[in-house]
């Protein structure tokens, strides 16, 4: 019961330093639906091979210890999931037009994420549909490879590529170019979904870089810094982000470091924060208790 209240007082002390106002997303490509079925086998092939790479990546992480199944089912649960890290490899796919058909060409870089990212997506999600545990399953109990891995999937389970795709349409809208992001732009944005589920700050939502820069008084150098009732000297977590964004790389440290340490600081308050009005109302309520306890008591003389 402690840890739920705990878990609601700190869910309220983030609102308030994070107003509704700031949770506003630029606009997102859309998934164009129409182009699925032109690259739905591609993209299956590809899955496949990015969940026996991923399972053998966690397989060496964890060695000596034995991968679990729900190992090998959360990869497969996350990886067609734009929000996760394991479907960062639908960043690098780029959809070209060749002739009749479309292509699916990876690039080295990430790239942003526009209608053909979620067009990807979406093939990704088709593909898997309700059978990542089977594929997980799959991966858990037999021994397999990437050919036998793409023959279950893609042609006994979806069966994405039992079939040649149809040609593409002369009139169809060509799709936006691949545009690479900066290796700081992917880092923060892999940094920014770490965050998301951190102990310590529930609630907290993912923002872009553009999103955490365009806050109102975004580490601003000339902003005052409020003082809270026990001149703890803190400041609010978008003002610490701000100033390490903002400072130049000439600059001693590493700013993930500084990220980190601005995230871990500011837990570290509303925890803090959370206990006193914690102990407050148990104060209150106790003293309310042997009010109406004594209140009774008279009562009955």
Same mark, same amino acid.
């Given at each position: ?139 858990? =109990?037999?021994?397999?490879? *990437? ?5 279950? #999937?893609? %042609?006994?389970?979806? @069966?994405?590529? $039992? ?94 470091? =500084?990220?980190?340490?601005? *995230? ?5 308050? #509303?925890? %803090?924060?959370?206990? @006193?009005?914690? $102990? ?22």
């Amino acid at each position: 019961m402690k840890g739920v209240f705990w878990f609601l007082v700190v869910s309220v002390v983030i609102a308030t330093l994070i107003p509704l106002s700031h949770c506003s997303k630029k606009p997102v490509g859309i998934a164009r639906k129409e182009d699925i079925p032109y690259i739905k086998c591609q993209v299956c092939e590809i899955l496949a091979k990015q969940l026996y790479q991923q399972v053998q990546s966690k397989k060496a992480e964890i060695s000596p210890k034995k991968i679990s199944e729900y190992q090998i089912i959360e990869i497969a649960e996350n990886v067609c999931n734009l929000k996760k890290v394991e479907a960062d490899w639908i960043l690098r796919i780029d959809i070209v037009e060749k002739e009749d058909r479309l292509e699916l060409v990876e690039h080295d870089s990430e790239g942003q994420c526009n209608s053909e990212c979620k067009t990807i997506e979406r093939a990704c999600q088709d593909v898997m549909g309700y059978s990542d545990t089977d594929v997980a399953e799959y991966l858990y =109990k037999s021994k397999h490879d *990437i050919d036998s891995l793409f023959n279950y #999937l893609c %042609k006994d389970l979806s @069966k994405s590529c $039992n079939k040649k795709p149809p040609p593409v349409p002369k009139d169809r809208t060509p799709g936006e170019p691949f545009v690479a992001k900066s290796s700081k732009e992917a880092e923060m944005e892999k940094l920014l979904k770490s965050m998301e589920g951190m102990p310590g700050a529930p609630g907290m939502k993912m923002y872009s870089r553009d999103d955490l820069m365009n806050m109102k008084n975004f580490g601003g150098e000339n902003e005052d810094d409020d003082e809270d009732e026990d001149d703890d000297g803190d400041t609010g977590f978008p003002s610490k982000l701000g100033k390490v964004l903002r400072s130049k790389e000439n600059e001693k440290g590493d700013w993930k470091q =500084k990220i980190r340490k601005g *995230i871990v600081d500011t837990s570290t308050t #509303l925890k %803090k924060h959370a206990t @006193k009005v914690s $102990n407050r109302l148990q104060r209150w309520w106790k003293g309310k208790k042997t009010a109406s306890s004594k209140k009774s008591s008279k009562s009955e003389l």
